[in-house]
């Protein structure tokens, strides 16, 4: 078992920035997969970023390619998501995932096969 907290959401105008982190706790994160998903108002959950289990491989959506940087520090369990250029586009509950998984290098972005979730931190980006 892992718990996952997320932290870092907030209010911020459009071209600002804001770093979430994921705090893991329970199992040693090392040995999993991690991923970032938004669910805005009235739409569904969807991928935002993804990083290997040692952090060797990352992938992002096209929406946040560039603007965004996903990135790990297993010593310290956690997790990060540097959003720059924030746009309105961006509001969203963000969320963290995590799977234990064998491939140092593979990145899941398939929501249903991440199996631990956090309770999200809200983004507003304002115009």
């Known amino acids: 078992q892992v718990q996952l907290v997320e932290s870092g959401g907030g209010l911020v105008q459009a071209g600002g920035s804001l770093r979430l982190a994921c705090a893991a706790s329970g199992r040693t994160s090392s040995s999993y997969a991690m991923g970032w998903f938004r669910q805005a108002p009235g739409k569904e959950r969807e991928f935002v970023s993804g990083i290997s289990r040692s952090g060797g491989s990352t992938h992002y959506a096209d929406s946040v390619k560039g603007r965004f940087t996903i990135s790990r520090d297993n010593a310290k369990n956690t997790v990060y998501l540097q959003m720059n250029s924030l746009k309105p586009d961006d509001t969203a509950v963000y969320y963290c995932?995590?799977?234990?998984?064998?491939?140092?290098?593979?990145?899941?972005?398939?929501?249903?096969?991440?199996?631990?979730w956090g309770q999200g931190t809200q983004v507003t980006v304002s115009s």
């Open positions: 995932a995590a799977r234990q998984y064998y491939s140092d290098y593979e990145v899941i972005t398939l929501q249903h096969r991440y199996d631990y």
